[in-house]
């Protein structure tokens, strides 16, 4: 059995990316990770090469900025890296540059991936998120975060990145997964507040429209982090990767978990999923079998 890394990944030092995180995260479970270096305005291309693994393959692509608006171009450079996965791969586990595997995972998805290799029913298999914001010690727990989403895929190319790659598609279909025991820490909202700041007005005008941008016109170079539904303070350990990055946190938000903001509905759905783990009315990338 042969596992594929791959990952996009442009002006990873300018917006302080966790890329090399990300990329050793799964290093340990993967047999070579493709990661395609997007034309930089910094030294992507050097910082990845410093890793030093020989299980990495860099290839080179320029970003169409035009495909910016709803992230279409994160799709279509996804794309592109899959494409140059290696033919006798069996699986192609895709991991975003601001996404971490914990090791203690690391098991459990090689497992996953041995149990379901000779199921041709199974095209991808679905990990749980934790989603931190602000800082390492809280995350979001409401339904605005997904809680699942594809990682794994068959090496079948006509698999394709979906909207904006959080998830995959064929032939116009959701791909029928399994859940495994495994879950993405996304450290994407977790910058000191001026870096925000200046990350989301980068990108507001191409991509996150006019909702930011209007919050953005609330601040003047830091980031409000205080408009948030509802967060839980992190019990767990970080991975062995993000020790280092953790510790040069040089930053402190103060955060009040008993406050929630949710309507009626919403919270009356919150309540259910804390209670039974069931998530109604969700939408699913996916199909589970």
Known sequence: MKISGFTIIRNAIINDYPAVEAICSILPVVDEMVVA????DDDTE??????GSDKIRIVHSEWDLSKLPGGHVMAIETNKAFQHVSADADWAFYIQCDEVVHEK???????ACEQNLNNPAVFGLVFGYVH???????????????NKEIRIIRNNKNIYSFKDAQGFRMEGKRLPCKLIDAEVYHYGWVKSPELMDRKLRQLSTNWMGKAMKERLEKTEGIFNYDEFDSLERF?????VVMQQRIGEKNWEIQVDVTRKRFTLKKWLLYQLEKRTGIRPFTFRNYKLI
């Open 235 to 239: 019990q767990g350990t970080h991975p």
């Open 46 to 51: 050097g910082l990845i090469r410093g890793i």
């Open 105 to 111: 995972f690391h098991a459990n998805i090689k497992t």
């Open 132 to 146: 931190f914001y602000g800082t390492y010690d809280y995350y979001g727990d409401s339904r605005r975060w997904y």
């Open 37 to 40: 270096v997007g034309k930089s």
